[in-house]
């Protein structure tokens, strides 16, 4: 009843067709269209940040005048004028929309400085916390996670999965707290907050990350200390970020660990380590870089209580001082910026796919 | 001359929600150098899962008695340093479906000389020049391409080719082919079967050949084992067992088994279904099933005993059977 013969004849041909070299031309179109999407989104965000800053109960008049200054009805229409209040709505608007076109982002009613600026000043801050607590984020959480997967029910699991619970339930600013007492005042290791003692200058601005400003300068007692200075909110920042990406990790790991092809290498006599490292973390890595895509985007847009606790003047704080004052310009800003960094990120985080899945195809 | 593999007496007991399940009990089996044996039974009837103690890949609180040998060496007493020399380099498996069982991120040249490095420590260019060979052996067209592939460029027929070409990587002694057919089309998994048989009659390899397909069994192997609820109930040359059965089992899942012109309706399906693992009666496995069925076959589970020239088979009633011939 079977036949014997050697051989697949349709094999040939469907191979030739599906092996075919992939171009780098679909690349760019995605890229493209990504990119007139996220111009897209952008608009999006300044009309509903606009509306939104319109609609909550608050003057920027009052918000921003001292009560001498509200009394006299000449500065308040002088401050309606100076900052375009006693327009419509849309004329605002488009106002504003039309410097965006030129890059100017407008004049923050807090600094007085230009929001481009303040953004400037801010942002390589926040991102001088978010890079290094990533980098430790993923590297601690990938191994931890990957473990706790392996040791499925057992004791280590059972730890891992406590440990990234409490991690999760603790308030960030309580944590601050804590490490401040217990590695500032009680030990003394680490300074209590700012980016630089005093006594130290600012590294001439490259990227506008202290560390890396005062290593490209050759200052290096300057880089120790702005590198001691991010110990404690990296610290804290680390291990929230640790506790959110373990649960992945862990749920990922577990559900790769179950497939045929990881039994398959097992049963090539592969050593245990090659199969964790070269099949298991591959496999998993697709959910785990999604989840950490979203980490570093909100890490990136700063982190208002930690940056607080540890005075770093970062976009956290930046934002909540413009929020407070109903500073139109900077609010808009920071929007934008946030929105830029989540494309961006979400960007990267679909190239990603491609690169770790091949069967991902870009489309 | 000793057989490659010869298990004893093997049994398996896995854990399951209300207490431990045994699985298998008592199976004995050998396979010698250069030997085709195929393994046959229903789906659950514990086949895989004595390909999976073989390998050492049992899942974790499982209990193995009785023994296994390979070349000499006991399975069941191995450290995971002596699995890892087994696995691959001893004993390869083919898996039943080549899809889940290849890494769909890594390329098929990766996947092909990995353990090759290991076992047979070849550099990268050493191994990668075996690999192309490998692959122009199972017959995969233009195999320099293919090195590069991922397996979802492939066809379900060249996936399992190249699954074949991945266990055969590091000189293994024995494959183990579970069911490695079963998802192809049937001029598919006949080339598959082609391309086995050749590789045994040039390198001298063993195969056991795990399948649920009785016409399978018979266009391949010399010596056939059937398995009923993780027994083996008969054991022969695979011509005399499929010709002139004597377990009703075997009989049955004869009868069962379209072939050639025969009408749909003279099919006679096995009533009933195998007993599930932990709820086997106290006798015979297959009695509740069994039209020659005494009183006797209640008592205790019959020993394999011999039967005829190299045969062997469980059954204390050993009714005649009729058997439908082609």
């Given at each position: 009843m079977t036949t014997v013969h050697d051989g697949e004849p349709g094999a040939v041909s469907t191979t030739a067709s599906r092996l075919r070299p992939r171009r780098a031309h679909p690349l760019l179109v995605f890229l493209a269209k990504r990119l007139a999407i996220t111009a897209g989104l952008l608009l999006g965000v300044t009309v509903v940040t606009f509306g939104l800053v319109n609609v909550v109960p608050g003057d920027p008049v009052t918000a921003n005048l001292s009560d001498q200054a509200l009394n006299d009805p000449a500065t308040?229409?002088?401050?309606?004028?100076?900052?375009?209040?006693?327009?419509?709505?849309?004329?605002?608007?488009?106002?504003?929309?039309?410097?965006?076109?030129?890059?100017?982002?407008?004049?923050?009613?807090?600094?007085?400085?230009s929001v481009l600026d303040d953004l400037v000043r801010y942002v390589p801050a926040t991102m001088e916390l978010a890079i290094p607590t990533m980098v430790l984020a993923l590297l601690i959480g990938t191994g931890i996670g990957m473990l706790a997967a392996v040791r499925n029910g057992r004791f280590t699991d059972q730890l891992v999965r406590v440990g990234s619970l409490l991690g999760l339930s603790t308030p960030p600013f309580w944590l601050s707290l804590v490490v401040l007492y217990v590695f500032f005042y009680q030990l003394g290791l680490a300074?209590?907050?700012?980016?630089?003692?005093?006594?130290?200058?600012?590294?001439?601005?490259?990227?506008?990350?202290y560390t890396v400003d005062a290593a490209l300068a050759g200052q290096w007692d300057v880089a120790w200390d702005a590198a001691q200075h991010l110990t404690l909110p990296v610290l804290v920042l680390t291990s929230l970020t640790v506790a959110l990406l373990v649960r992945f990790v862990r749920s990922a790991m577990l559900e790769v660990l179950q497939q045929d092809y990881i039994r398959a290498a097992y049963a090539k006599g592969l050593p245990a380590r090659v199969v964790l490292r070269r099949h298991l973390l591959r496999a998993g890595l697709v959910p785990v870089v999604t989840v950490s895509g979203l980490a570093f985007a909100s890490l990136l847009s700063g982190t208002v209580l930690v940056e607080s606790?540890?005075?770093?003047?970062?976009?956290?704080?930046?934002?909540?001082?413009?929020?407070?004052?109903?500073?139109?310009?900077?609010?808009?800003?920071?929007?934008?910026?946030?929105?830029?960094?989540?494309?961006?990120?979400?960007?990267?985080?679909d190239l990603l796919y491609g690169l770790i899945d091949p069967r991902i195809r870009l489309s | 001359m000793a057989p490659l593999l010869d298990v004893d007496s093997l049994a398996v007991t896995l854990p399951g929600p209300r207490g431990p399940l045994p699985i298998l009990h008592d199976v004995s089996l050998t396979v010698d150098e250069g030997e085709l044996v195929g393994i046959a039974g229903e789906s659950g009837c514990g086949k895989s899962l004595t390909a999976q103690t073989l390998l050492g890949l049992l899942p974790p609180g499982a209990t193995v008695t009785g023994s296994a040998r390979f070349a000499g060496t006991d399975l069941l007493g191995l450290?995971?340093?002596?699995?890892?020399?087994?696995?691959?380099?001893?004993?390869?498996?083919?898996?039943?479906?080549?899809?889940?069982?290849?890494?769909?991120?890594?390329?098929?040249?990766?996947?092909?000389?990995?353990?090759?490095?290991?076992?047979?420590?070849?550099?990268?260019?050493?191994?990668?020049?075996?690999?192309?060979?490998?692959?122009?052996?199972?017959?995969?067209?233009d195999p320099e391409r293919a090195m590069r592939a991922y397996p979802h460029q492939f066809s379900g027929g060249m996936r399992q080719r190249a699954a074949i070409?991945?266990?055969?990587?590091?000189?293994?002694?024995?494959?183990?082919?579970?069911?490695?057919?079963?998802?192809?089309?049937?001029?598919?998994?006949?080339?598959?079967?082609?391309?086995?048989?050749?590789?045994?009659?040039?390198?001298?390899?063993?195969?056991?050949?795990?399948?649920?397909?009785?016409?399978?069994?018979?266009?391949?192997?010399?010596?056939?084992?059937?398995?009923?609820?993780?027994?083996?109930v008969e054991t022969g040359p695979t011509g005399?067992?499929?010709?002139a059965p004597t377990h009703p089992y075997t009989a049955a899942l004869l009868g069962a088994r379209p072939h050639g012109t025969q009408a749909v309706g003279t099919l006679r399906p096995i009533p009933g279904g195998p007993p599930a693992p932990g709820e086997a009666p106290p006798g015979c496995p297959f009695q509740p099933r069994c039209g020659y069925a005494q009183p006797s076959c209640g008592t205790a589970p019959p020993p394999l005993a011999p039967a005829g020239a190299d045969r062997s088979v469980a059954c204390v009633v050993r009714p005649h059977l009729e058997v439908a011939t082609r």
């Amino acid at each position: 009843m079977t036949t014997v013969h050697d051989g697949e004849p349709g094999a040939v041909s469907t191979t030739a067709s599906r092996l075919r070299p992939r171009r780098a031309h679909p690349l760019l179109v995605f890229l493209a269209k990504r990119l007139a999407i996220t111009a897209g989104l952008l608009l999006g965000v300044t009309v509903v940040t606009f509306g939104l800053v319109n609609v909550v109960p608050g003057d920027p008049v009052t918000a921003n005048l001292s009560d001498q200054a509200l009394n006299d009805p000449a500065t308040v229409a002088a401050f309606r004028e100076k900052w375009g209040l006693d327009q419509p709505l849309w004329a605002q608007y488009l106002h504003y929309l039309g410097n965006l076109l030129h890059g100017d982002l407008g004049i923050s009613q807090q600094t007085g400085r230009s929001v481009l600026d303040d953004l400037v000043r801010y942002v390589p801050a926040t991102m001088e916390l978010a890079i290094p607590t990533m980098v430790l984020a993923l590297l601690i959480g990938t191994g931890i996670g990957m473990l706790a997967a392996v040791r499925n029910g057992r004791f280590t699991d059972q730890l891992v999965r406590v440990g990234s619970l409490l991690g999760l339930s603790t308030p960030p600013f309580w944590l601050s707290l804590v490490v401040l007492y217990v590695f500032f005042y009680q030990l003394g290791l680490a300074p209590s907050g700012g980016r630089l003692s005093t006594g130290f200058s600012p590294p001439p601005t490259v990227t506008g990350m202290y560390t890396v400003d005062a290593a490209l300068a050759g200052q290096w007692d300057v880089a120790w200390d702005a590198a001691q200075h991010l110990t404690l909110p990296v610290l804290v920042l680390t291990s929230l970020t640790v506790a959110l990406l373990v649960r992945f990790v862990r749920s990922a790991m577990l559900e790769v660990l179950q497939q045929d092809y990881i039994r398959a290498a097992y049963a090539k006599g592969l050593p245990a380590r090659v199969v964790l490292r070269r099949h298991l973390l591959r496999a998993g890595l697709v959910p785990v870089v999604t989840v950490s895509g979203l980490a570093f985007a909100s890490l990136l847009s700063g982190t208002v209580l930690v940056e607080s606790i540890f005075g770093w003047p970062g976009l956290g704080q930046y934002a909540y001082r413009s929020a407070t004052a109903l500073d139109l310009p900077s609010i808009l800003g920071v929007s934008l910026f946030v929105a830029l960094v989540y494309t961006l990120v979400n960007l990267t985080v679909d190239l990603l796919y491609g690169l770790i899945d091949p069967r991902i195809r870009l489309s | 001359m000793a057989p490659l593999l010869d298990v004893d007496s093997l049994a398996v007991t896995l854990p399951g929600p209300r207490g431990p399940l045994p699985i298998l009990h008592d199976v004995s089996l050998t396979v010698d150098e250069g030997e085709l044996v195929g393994i046959a039974g229903e789906s659950g009837c514990g086949k895989s899962l004595t390909a999976q103690t073989l390998l050492g890949l049992l899942p974790p609180g499982a209990t193995v008695t009785g023994s296994a040998r390979f070349a000499g060496t006991d399975l069941l007493g191995l450290d995971n340093r002596g699995w890892r020399r087994v696995r691959g380099g001893g004993i390869a498996m083919v898996f039943q479906d080549s899809t889940a069982a290849l890494h769909p991120m890594l390329t098929i040249g990766r996947q092909l000389t990995e353990h090759m490095r290991v076992h047979l420590r070849m550099d990268r260019r050493a191994a990668n020049r075996r690999a192309v060979e490998l692959l122009d052996q199972v017959r995969i067209p233009d195999p320099e391409r293919a090195m590069r592939a991922y397996p979802h460029q492939f066809s379900g027929g060249m996936r399992q080719r190249a699954a074949i070409a991945i266990a055969l990587a590091a000189r293994p002694r024995l494959l183990i082919a579970d069911e490695p057919t079963t998802a192809l089309d049937v001029t598919v998994q006949a080339g598959i079967l082609a391309l086995l048989d050749r590789l045994r009659a040039e390198t001298g390899l063993a195969v056991a050949f795990i399948t649920h397909d009785l016409g399978v069994l018979s266009a391949l192997t010399t010596r056939g084992y059937i398995f009923y609820a993780g027994r083996v109930v008969e054991t022969g040359p695979t011509g005399a067992l499929l010709t002139a059965p004597t377990h009703p089992y075997t009989a049955a899942l004869l009868g069962a088994r379209p072939h050639g012109t025969q009408a749909v309706g003279t099919l006679r399906p096995i009533p009933g279904g195998p007993p599930a693992p932990g709820e086997a009666p106290p006798g015979c496995p297959f009695q509740p099933r069994c039209g020659y069925a005494q009183p006797s076959c209640g008592t205790a589970p019959p020993p394999l005993a011999p039967a005829g020239a190299d045969r062997s088979v469980a059954c204390v009633v050993r009714p005649h059977l009729e058997v439908a011939t082609r």
